[in-house]
């Protein structure tokens, strides 16, 4: 595994003790962490913690040379979301309009203008503002003109002018970017719902905007977005290098934790709290931590069984980190040491997610859609080797490995929606290899790998020649599993 040096993993750390140095004044005056707020969080002058203003603006620029003359794109921020009532979910910021923004505060939207200025556009940010009787309840959102200092933003302006704005800065262009969140941009909206999320999601707006998107001249944002998103710059490559190490850290210490035979919710409260521990902002996913047979449903997320002495644990598992997803699954005997029918099958997924990621490379020339084939045709060979009699009739894809091989990740977990399975992969993707065999407990396959389910997932950046692993911290060799299992992995404290 290459390395990033010493300075990424110190910052994984969690930094002990109370130091004067972290004396900031609080609460904080911004609606998300800052340079200014929160030192602690960033190691040099970033928007959010390991992309620049540069980087940002980089992204705007490429994106508005991309779309034709006459051009202007309209991104809103994701809506609070609400488990009932008014009890609300932490917040998630909407992928795109983070990836454009940087901006994390809800009630906020970009508009870019296509110019022909040397910047490119021009960037309107929409927010709340100050507003003293709200932020005493909620905390503080970012002012205006700390917006257009350190976010890069041309004007920023109340949301409550959004839709005033919005009509005349429309009529002046003629094609006009935009998605409806929540909906796949690829179906026909119509333009009612689109009137229907901006005026809902964003606070006091009643006002009609319907008048001021002709669908004649409206096209799908998401997928001119994608594009950009689909090749990981190297800073994001580093976040995601990080989350996925925080994430194979904490799958290398529940197979540890799992040794006392303990519950799959305890695994994956473990799994989590470490994760949080060393900085990761949410879950990136609901946890997958399957024992014994339940490793045969693929998104089995009870978690509520025993495990069992003989059992395998299948945890599927990743947490998001500074903005990126991680996704990595591991599978170990809850008794720290692999029977002899869990060590041949967990070797033959592991033989074939190996070679697998070896054509992980431009220089491969190798595509999504031809990768998945191979592991197909790979595994049928290796089942066939341990006892397993699999013919042409197809019962691998129908039955012992239903899934896909692989998706792309990035911000978003599954980065699929515009990813073309069929292009060779290109340097700076970031795709999942994840082959998986689950054995049902049917007469036509041998019985002593009955009810067993082994999948190992690991993160893979596509280079020029070679692949990197960038959940390499995630122990996965039959040896290493057991080491880390019976607690003989040299792991440094929490
Ligand atoms: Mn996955």
């Known amino acids: 595994m290459q390395s990033f040096g010493n300075g990424t993993l110190r910052r994984l750390r969690v930094t002990g003790g109370l130091s004067s140095r972290n004396l900031v004044t609080k609460p904080s005056g911004y609606g998300q962490p800052l340079q200014a707020s929160h030192p602690h969080l960033f190691t040099r002058k970033d928007i959010t913690p390991g992309i620049t203003a540069e980087e940002y603006e980089e992204r ?3 994106l ?10 309209v991104s809103v921020a994701a809506p609070i979301k609400y488990m009932s009532k008014n009890i609300f979910y932490k917040y998630r910021q909407a992928s795109d309009f983070w990836y454009l923004t940087g901006f994390e505060e809800p009630n906020s939207a970009v508009v870019l203008e296509k110019t022909s200025s040397s910047k490119g556009y021009r960037m309107t940010l929409f927010s709340s503002g100050k ?9 503080a959102n970012t002012g205006f003109s700390d917006i257009e ?10 949301i409550s002018s959004f839709s005033g704005q919005l009509k005349s800065i429309l009529s002046l262009y003629s094609n006009v970017y935009v998605d409806v969140p929540g909906e796949s941009p ?5 333009t009612k719902s689109i009137l229907k999320y901006l005026t809902t999601s964003i606070r006091g707006e009643k006002d009609s905007v319907i008048e001021a998107i002709p669908s ?59 994760c949080a521990l060393n900085g990761a902002q949410r879950p990136a996913y609901v946890p997958v931590v399957a024992s014994g047979g339940n490793a045969l449903i693929i998104h089995y997320t009870s978690n509520n ?43 033959a997924v592991l033989s074939v997610q190996k070679q697998l990621i070896n054509l992980c490379s431009e ?35 129908r039955v012992l490995y239903p899934h896909y091989l692989s998706h792309p990740i990035g911000i978003d977990l599954h980065e699929s929606t515009y990813f073309d399975r069929n292009s060779p992969l290109k340097a700076g993707n970031v795709i999942t290899i994840e082959p998986g065999v689950y054995v049902p407990p049917t007469p036509n396959f041998p019985k002593h790998f009955h009810n067993l389910g082994v999948r190992i997932e690991d993160e893979v950046l596509v280079g020029h020649e070679h692949p990197l692993v960038l959940s390499s911290s995630a122990p996965k060799e039959i040896a290493d599993v057991e080491g880390a299992c019976q607690g003989l992995l040299g792991f440094e404290a929490y």
């Open 60 to 62: 705007r620029k490429r």
């Open 64 to 73: 508005m040379e991309s779309l034709p003359d006459n051009s202007v794109v």
């Open 131 to 139: 507003d003293s009787e709200k932020e005493k309840w909620d905390g």
């Open 149 to 158: 200092t350190s976010f890069g933003a041309d004007n920023a302006v109340p």
């Open 186 to 190: 690829r179906r026909t909206s119509t």
């Open 216 to 274: 004649s001249r409206r096209q799908a944002l998401a997928p001119e977005v994608a594009k950009l998103r689909a090749v990981k710059s190297e800073a994001e490559q580093s976040l995601m290098h990080q989350a996925a190490t925080i994430s194979g850290r904490a799958h290398a210490k529940t197979m540890r934790f799992a040794s006392s035979r303990q519950s799959e919710s305890a695994l994956a409260a473990h799994f989590e709290y470490i």
């Open 305 to 347: 069984h025993l495990l069992a002495q003989n059992d395998l644990v299948l945890i599927d598992a990743g947490c998001e980190y500074n903005g990126y997803a991680s996704d990595i699954t591991r599978t170990f005997p809850a008794s720290g040491v692999f029977t002899s029918a869990q060590r041949d099958l967990y070797s």
């Open 363 to 397: 220089a491969a020339g190798i595509s999504m859609q031809e990768l998945h084939r191979m592991s197909v045709t790979l595994l049928k060979q290796e089942l066939n080797q341990i006892g397993f009699r699999l013919g042409l009739e197809g019962d691998l894809e």
